[in-house]
């Protein structure tokens, strides 16, 4: 582990003073919002009723002071300890935790607080969802924090999250996300797109060399010397109404982001690495959600060990399993757990009462689905040899491949712990195995995606010179 340590100082003259808590007013929003001339209608300028949908709108309940980060503070992080390898400057950033969340509910309150971050440089975003039971992401709050006030958005309430799309897409706005895949899915589900620009501040701790795959929680404690509550993480967010301590723990997720980020934004600067963080984040964009079916069969362990019927019926099957479990929207295992599916692969049942002996394949299942997964089974018993799938490669690489990607994994970690870095951060597996089973093929060794960028002119250059060499 690296050698930050980051302690809280005190505001000068602060601790004379009494808490300032800011508590936002609604109306006085509303009264900001005309004097702009953006007059928006409606009946939310009552508060204390009722809305639309029969929950009570109590005022007091949508905005209220965020007691744990009530206070400005200074956070000064430095670096300690002389083993570290590049200089680096100690950064003193002064940060100002936000003292406020609101609870939007309505869609009036939602185009309110859309108004509120246009132009905005930066936003913290994160959301919580709930998936244990659905194929599909149920999506229970959006977090929104602009450094001023944290705005959690609930989606059920609110209906239509399509106004979001501009915040999203806004160009100027930096979209600030820890450990952003999951919350790019949900996104991408409820949105059809993806917000950009993004900066997943998990990527930029890894580049920053304050260490890789980092949580959230440990990361805000390490830089930001505060200690967030545990406990909420296994919540049911789709519960209404939220309770007090889920909107606390919300909140706290994109209050603290962004000074996190602006910690680490200054130390990534300092080694001119900002813009490889900026790359890192923008590459997470490139993941798709909607699988193909017919390649869903590739992420089920085991398929190796299968002869060519036998692979056919896993591909069938999984293919099966990745559309029924969309469409009965249910996590792939509630619809046909693997072991099961690749016992029916190994064992190919033609009849109903071979079914029953199949261990794992309970008579509830087997009324539901043993009928299809014989239609199924049927099928690929009646394919012709010519019609199989070819057999998943078990080759061994030849010694110079594997000799050559020893080589190159030597390289990187040389490298990385010049440069103080994780070496799974400067290059990860796949591009290394591909680079050295080069060696083999007719093709002169080219660079894998995943070592251009910033990566190019740091490593890849230096190990495709390695593989060019190997071939010699
Ligand atoms: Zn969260």
């Known amino acids: 582990m690296s050698a930050l340590s980051a302690r809280r100082v005190p505001t000068p ?3 004379e003073k009494p808490l300032k808590i800011k508590v936002f007013r609604q109306e006085r929003r509303d009264l900001d919002v005309r004097e702009k001339g953006r007059a928006i209608q409606g009946n939310e300028s009552t508060h204390g009723g009722s809305s639309q949908d029969g929950t009570v709108d109590d005022p007091n309940r949508a905005l209220r002071p965020y007691p744990a980060a009530s206070r400005p503070r200074r956070i000064e992080i430095r670096r300690g300890g002389s083993e570290s390898p590049p200089p680096r400057a100690t950064i003193a950033a002064t940060v100002t935790l936000s003292t406020s969340f609101e609870l939007v509910a309505r869609p009036a309150d939602l185009a309110r607080a859309i ?8 936003l913290a975003i994160d959301t919580e969802f709930v998936r244990e039971r659905t194929f599909f992401p149920r999506l229970g709050l959006i977090q929104v924090g602009d450094g001023t006030l944290a705005t959690l958005i609930d989606p059920v309430a609110v209906g239509d999250l399509s106004p979001l799309s501009e915040v999203l897409d806004a160009p100027g706005t930096l979209k600030v996300i820890h450990s952003a895949s999951q919350d790019l899915e949900i996104f991408f ?15 930029a701790a890894a580049l920053a060399g304050v260490g890789a795959g980092l949580g959230f929680g440990r990361l805000v404690s390490e830089r930001l010397g505060v200690e967030l509550a545990k406990g909420e993480t296994r919540t049911d967010w789709m519960a209404r109404p939220l309770t007090e301590a889920q909107l606390t723990y919300a909140a706290a997720d994109v209050v603290y982001l962004l000074p996190l980020y602006e910690s680490l934004r200054a130390e990534l600067e300092a080694q001119g690495r900002w813009e490889w963080a900026l790359e890192d984040s923008a590459a997470l964009l490139e993941a798709t959600f909607d699988e193909d079916p017919e390649e869903a069969y590739r992420r089920i362990k085991g398929a190796g060990r299968f002869e060519r019927r036998g692979l056919a019926a896993v591909h069938a099957l999984a293919a099966w399993r990745e559309r029924e479990a969309r469409r009965r929207d249910l996590p792939r295992n509630m619809v046909l757990k693997e072991e099961l599916l690749l016992e029916l692969a190994k064992r190919l049942p033609k009849e109903p009462a071979e079914l029953g002996k199949i261990p794992g394949a309970h008579p509830g299942l087997i009324a539901r689905d043993g009928e299809r997964w014989l239609a199924i089974l049927r099928e690929v018993a009646a394919l012709p040899e010519s019609a199989l799938p070819p057999l998943v490669e078990r080759k061994k690489p030849a010694p110079a491949v594997d000799a050559l990607e020893e080589k190159l994994r030597q390289h990187v970690r040389q490298r990385a712990a010049e440069i103080g870095l994780a070496p799974e951060v400067l290059a990860s597996r796949r591009p290394l195995t591909a680079l050295s089973r080069s060696v083999e093929s007719a093709e002169p060794p080219h660079l894998p995606r995943e070592l251009l960028g910033w990566r190019q002119a740091v490593i890849g250059e230096e190990l495709l010179a390695l593989a060019r060499a190997a071939r010699s």
Not at 115 to 122: Q, Y
Not at 189 to 201: K, S, V, Y
């Open 189 to 203: 589900r409820a949105l059809g797109r993806f917000p950009q620009p993004i900066l997943d501040t998990q990527e």
């Open 115 to 122: 108004v509120r971050w246009r132009g905005a440089p930066v």
């Open 13 to 15: 003259g602060a601790s």
